[in-house]
């Protein structure tokens, strides 16, 4: 699935071409405005590929001036799936996720965010936080409720 919370008109054809060359055919998106941003664009687009797919889509999107995406794939037998979360001021995020679509948080980086924080529970917080790409979220959370005003259904949202 490809959520485009919001790109300028100008750069809707690009994300197109970007999205049918990452998947290998083209593709044709309908755009709504974007309430939350004055002359931004959004659109849901589900395809259904190879594994590896999404990665490809969200390589070929991050970087783009002003443009909010998320990229989801489905686990499925022997793959892992995943979610990729973009903003302009953040960069791109990446997180594994289940057949439910969880976030898993690999047991090196839950050691880590252990060892950084010692004893010190807010900064354990923080880590677990950062490890769950919640400032991607907190950002992006306003952006996911369509023209009509009917939430986008995503995701479990933890914190």
Same mark, same amino acid.
């Given at each position: &699935?490809?959520?485009?919370h919001?790109a300028?008109?100008a750069?809707?054809?690009?994300? $197109?071409?970007?999205?049918?060359?990452?998947?290998?055919r %083209?593709?044709?998106? +309908? *755009?709504? $405005?974007?309430?939350?941003l004055a002359?931004a664009?959004?659109t849901?687009?589900? =395809?259904?590929?190879? %594994? !590896?797919a999404?990665?490809r &889509?969200?390589?070929?999107?991050?970087?783009?001036?002003h443009?909010?995406?998320?990229v989801?794939?489905?686990?499925?037998p022997?793959?892992d799936?995943g979610r *990729? &979360?973009?903003?302009? +001021?953040? !960069?791109?995020? /990446?997180?594994?996720?289940?057949?439910a679509?969880n976030?898993?948080?690999p047991?090196?980086?839950v050691r /880590?965010? &252990?060892?950084?924080a010692g004893?010190?529970?807010? $900064?354990?917080?923080?880590?677990?936080?950062l490890?769950?790409?919640?400032? =991607?979220d907190d950002e992006?959370?306003a952006?996911?409720?369509?023209g +009509?005003?009917q939430?986008?259904? *995503?995701l479990?949202?933890?914190g």
């Amino acid at each position: &699935m490809l959520f485009v919370h919001s790109a300028p008109r100008a750069l809707s054809p690009h994300i $197109e071409w970007a999205a049918g060359r990452a998947l290998g055919r %083209p593709v044709s998106f +309908d *755009w709504i $405005e974007q309430p939350v941003l004055a002359n931004a664009q959004r659109t849901e687009f589900v =395809w259904e590929g190879e %594994p !590896g797919a999404a990665a490809r &889509m969200a390589s070929a999107l991050r970087g783009w001036e002003h443009l909010r995406f998320e990229v989801t794939e489905d686990a499925g037998p022997g793959t892992d799936g995943g979610r *990729w &979360m973009h903003t302009p +001021d953040l !960069g791109i995020f /990446y997180a594994q996720t289940d057949v439910a679509g969880n976030t898993v948080i690999p047991e090196d980086r839950v050691r /880590y965010a &252990m060892e950084v924080a010692g004893s010190n529970a807010l $900064e354990l917080h923080r880590e677990l936080r950062l490890a769950l790409g919640q400032a =991607w979220d907190d950002e992006l959370e306003a952006f996911r409720h369509a023209g +009509d005003g009917q939430r986008v259904v *995503w995701l479990h949202r933890a914190g």
